[in-house]
């Protein structure tokens, strides 16, 4: 089966809402670029940088709360009413951080900006993978990383050309974000299917489900794994520019190796799938956390533009082989009543990661200069050796489960 028919069978099971959850990862990923801008709007309105990182800190810290009540309230009150809640209010928020008079309440719509952005992820996450039989899981997780990688391409280029086609204005920029947010509301509205998911995968009483779920030692072996990974993973942003300006080397060669990442994980990932999704689970995302950690641990070899090409290289081919499984396997492994719940946590302990990363590793490069990045790949042989042990294969219940249109 060629790689289009692969996507063309995995769109078929309820394909207007498979594509609608898609585009909403595309749309939720075009507000990225509220982290770049805000910081330059508030600066630009007379704000202090303290200010500024501030609000930066609090939209991040919204976005967490965000994850873990959309994990709490995914079962209870299903996909749809929680998209729209979660669109229409980051919408309506986003472009009102335009018109607030005040800091203090300035800083309280940026965290529930954080909170209605991230609110909808787990049970968008949960439905997509309600609805896509077992066998094409990694699949529709490919898609679903394609979307974000390519909204996390254009949302820069989209806030910076709105930017520069109003003058140089803030407006335009926080207002098309919100009318995009609160049409993908409409259009969930109209498309997803309506209420929960069916009762007999949702028990009455689901206050227990982060409880139960942290009950499940394996699966949390898998979390503290995607933690460590996380903040491996986004020193590619945060350290590796300082280690090429300290090297001396021109900034385009960093330029140029996080634009090979974009290239590789956006051209490669999909038709990869294709063959990686019928290799085992264990050996797919231990393959992948592997690689990531050889190519962070490539960076500490003699500084030079072969060496950050060529390392940047080996980590995105784990990123390419390990992604989507890494994103499946949540979905896949947890009990069907406790899905939203694990696919929160794994969405959480991720973002943690990526959040406490710079910070962790900005200290060790203070400290240990070039050679910071053999210590970071530590954290990558924990990440792969707890996953390793943690995973497991889906239950024969698990497995045969059918997809949400089959059992409604």
Same mark, same amino acid.
């Given at each position: ?103 203090? /309440? ?6 529930? $900006? ?60 926080? @207002?098309?974000?919100? /009318? ?42 898998? *979390? ?76 500490? /070899? ?42 929160? $946590? ?26 910071? @990045?053999?210590? *970071? ?7 792969? $050796?707890?996953? @390793? ?20």
């Amino acid at each position: 089966m060629t790689e289009r028919a692969q996507v063309l069978s995995t769109l078929r099971v309820a394909p207007t809402a498979v594509r609608t959850l898609l585009a909403g990862v595309f749309v939720n990923r075009l507000s990225g670029f509220l982290n770049i801008f805000l910081v330059l709007f508030l600066t630009g309105t007379g704000r202090t940088e303290e200010q500024a990182a501030l609000a930066v800190g609090v939209y991040g810290a919204g976005a967490v709360a965000g994850v873990l009540a959309g994990g709490l309230c995914a079962a209870r009150i299903g996909a749809r009413t929680a998209t729209v809640v979660s669109m229409s209010s980051a919408g309506v928020l986003t472009a009102a951080l335009l018109y607030l008079p005040s800091y203090p /309440l300035l800083l309280v719509a940026v965290a529930l $900006a954080g909170v209605a952005a991230q609110f909808y992820r787990p049970a968008s996450a949960t439905l997509l993978s309600d609805l896509v039989p077992a066998g094409q899981q990694v699949m529709i997780f490919a898609m679903y990383r394609f979307c974000l990688n390519v909204g996390a391409t254009v949302a820069p280029l989209l806030g910076l050309g709105l930017y520069h086609l109003a003058g140089d204005a803030y407006g335009p920029v926080f @207002w098309a974000e919100g /009318l995009i947010a609160l049409a993908y509301a409409v259009l969930a509205a109209v498309t997803l299917p309506p209420g929960r998911r069916p009762a007999a995968v949702v028990p009455a009483d689901t206050r227990g489900g982060y409880r139960e779920t942290l009950r499940d030692r394996r699966y949390v072996l898998y *979390l503290v794994a995607m933690f460590f990974q996380g903040a491996v993973y986004v020193q590619y942003l945060s350290t590796l520019p300082l280690d090429v300006s300290a090297g001396g080397l021109p900034v385009f060669w960093y330029t140029l190796a996080v634009s090979l990442n974009g290239l590789v994980v956006i051209a490669v990932e999909l038709p990869a799938t294709k063959y990686t999704q019928a290799w085992p689970m264990r050996l797919t995302l231990c393959l992948g956390l592997a690689l990531i950690g050889i190519g962070v641990a490539a960076y500490g /070899l003699p500084a030079g533009p072969a060496v950050i090409l060529a390392a940047t290289l080996i980590w995105s081919l784990g990123e390419v082989i390990g992604g989507p499984a890494t994103y499946a396997y949540p979905g896949i492994t947890a009990p069907p009543h406790l899905k939203s719940h694990y696919i929160s $946590a794994f969405q959480l302990m991720l973002g943690l990661g990526t959040a406490i990363g710079p910070v962790l590793g900005g200290w060790l490069f203070l400290t240990l200069h070039h050679q910071v @990045w053999p210590v *970071l790949a530590i954290a990558s042989v924990i990440a792969t $050796a707890l996953t @390793w042990v943690a995973t497991k294969p889906p239950s024969p219940a698990r497995a045969e489960e059918k997809p949400l249109e089959e059992v409604a």
